[in-house]
């Protein structure tokens, strides 16, 4: 069993790569990320994590990640993926991920809106919000990534 992350960065990039598989790996080096082992997990943060924009994680960490990634084969074609984290007053939070055919900035207003909806479902009070996007204009194969690492 894992213990629960302490805290949490934002993270994205898009990149281009001979195969789809490439791409999305060439996304996740170009997010910082690509030397992890990612573990997928759902929309919670843990109580008490905080936001922490430049901690290191060692290679080959099983690293608890949400994401969400986008892969096209359409040349020409802008791809876009957003993630956000919204903090509450003195409780857990929300992740939320998007990926589309859109800007970066119109991923990042889907996902901060998905944040701020997913409070008002759960009737909980947003403290702050913090988004990141990373868009991608596919030449061949095109992959974009973004992720809320969580680490301990």
Known sequence: MLPTPKKVKL??????????????????????IGN???IRVSSILPPGCVYEEGFSIPA???TPTAYGFLTSEHAGQEIAAAIGVGFAEDDYG????????????????R??????????TR????????????AHTV??????????????
């Open 11 to 32: 993270v994205a990039g898009g990149a281009e790569g001979p195969t789809p598989l490439n791409a999305f790996d060439n996304a996740l080096c170009r997010a910082g």
């Open 36 to 38: 992890l082992n990612l």
């Open 60 to 62: 080959g960490s099983l």
């Open 94 to 109: 929300v992740i939320m991920e998007f990926e589309g055919v859109c800007s970066a900035a119109a991923a990042q207003e």
């Open 111 to 120: 996902v901060a809106q998905m944040v701020r909806d997913a409070f008002a």
């Open 123 to 134: 009737g909980k009070r947003l403290r702050h919000l913090q988004v990141q996007a990373a």
């Open 139 to 152: 030449v061949r194969i095109g992959s974009v990534l973004a992720a809320a690492v969580l680490w301990y």
